[in-house]
C-alpha cells in the first residue's frame, strides 16, 4: 500500500506540474471581463499539488508496509467500475459526450446500481440536458459531439 500511495501521490504531482505550466502560459491574471485562461486550471493544480506532496510526505515517512494495496476479492468491484466508464470515454470520440453520458449511465445505474427503470431513464436523460444547459448554453464551452456534431441541431 505504501508503495501505491508514493507512486500515485508522485504521478498526481507531475500531472500538477504540467497542469500550472500550462496555466502559466494561459496566463493565470484577471482580463477585462473576468478570469483567464489559465486562472481556474492553475488553482485547481496548485491544490492537487498541495494534496499530492501532503499524501507522498505521508507515505515517506510510514515505516510499515500495511495492507496490500489491491487485495483479491476487490479486483471485481474495481472493474465493475473501471471498465464501463472506461468504455464511456471511449464512446465520447465516437458518439459525444451527450449520448456517451446518456448511455453510460443507463448501462451502470440498470446494471450496477439495480435501479428501477423510471428513476433510471429520468436521470440518463436529466444529465446530458443539465450539462448542455450548463457548458453550451450558458457557459458556451462546446463539449465533444463526436460523429452527431453534423445533425446538432441547436
Known amino acids: 500500500m505504501r508503495r501505491a500511495e508514493i507512486l500515485c501521490a508522485a504521478a498526481l504531482l507531475l ?4 497542469a500550472l505550466r500550462e496555466a502559466l502560459r494561459l496566463s493565470i491574471g484577471w482580463g477585462d471581463i473576468g478570469p483567464r485562461g489559465g486562472f481556474f486550471p492553475f488553482w485547481l493544480a496548485v ?3 498541495g494534496s499530492s506532496l501532503y499524501t507522498l510526505v505521508q507515505g515517506v515517512r510510514r515505516r510499515d508496509a500495511g495492507e496490500a494495496f489491491l487485495r483479491r476479492e476487490a479486483v471485481r468491484p ?3 467500475v473501471l471498465v464501463p466508464i472506461a ?3 471511449l464512446l465520447i470520440e465516437g458518439v459525444g459526450f451527450y449520448l456517451a453520458s446518456f448511455v453510460y449511465l443507463l448501462g451502470y445505474m440498470r446494471g450496477t446500481g439495480r435501479h428501477a427503470w423510471a428513476t433510471t431513464l429520468l436521470i440518463s436523460l436529466l444529465f446530458p440536458a443539465a450539462i448542455f444547459f450548463i ?3 450558458w457557459f458556451l464551452v462546446p463539449l465533444p459531439k463526436g460523429l452527431l456534431e453534423a445533425y446538432h441541431p441547436f
Do not use: D, K, N, P
Open 135 to 137: 457548458f453550451e448554453r
Open 87 to 89: 468504455g464511456a470515454i
Open 47 to 49: 491544490i492537487l499539488a
Open 78 to 80: 474495481v472493474l465493475t
Open 15 to 18: 500531472l500538477a506540474a504540467v
